[in-house]
């Protein structure tokens, strides 16, 4: 039986994460690191790593530090094998983090995607905000 808690972060709270250091995404996602097990699939991997090579963010962090951020990332996640599918989400770019969150066994999703947000509750996940999480885990 697992006794820490799984968490799944949308694409946007990650990034938001490594760009704005102190803000409620950073602190959602280094809590959740630290406390828990962050859960992670092949496709997220893949959207990640492609948002993070955008040339966009080069004004904020270098090609360097995204690198390690990632190569960070992976190293600290839980690797998760789709097995169910889904097809629940408004936007369906966003069906494979409700089936990480499914096939992972996760407690939350942390997203400031208002297409998943609004499923909230998705069967036994609390999909919630970086602020919502940090206030459920008493840190703001």
């Known amino acids: 039986m ?60 270098t090609s360097e530090e995204r690198d390690e951020f990632l190569e960070t990332f992976v190293e600290r996640a839980i690797l998760v094998e789709i097995i169910e599918k889904v097809q629940e989400c408004r936007d369906p770019k966003d069906d494979k983090i409700l089936e990480l969150a499914l096939n992972g066994g996760a407690e939350y999703i942390v997203s400031g995607d208002k297409d998943l947000l609004v499923l909230n509750p998705f069967r036994d996940v609390k999909i919630v905000t970086a602020e919502e999480f940090l206030r459920a885990v008493k840190l703001e």
């Not at 799984?6 to 996602?29: C, M, Q």
């Open 2 to 61: 697992r006794s820490k808690t799984r968490y799944v972060f949308d694409t946007n709270v990650i990034v938001s994460s490594l760009l704005f250091e102190n803000g409620h995404p950073w602190k959602a996602f280094r809590y959740a690191l630290k406390h828990g097990e962050v859960l992670l699939s092949l496709e997220l991997l893949e959207e990640l790593s492609d948002v993070l090579g955008r040339e966009k963010f080069n004004r904020f962090v």
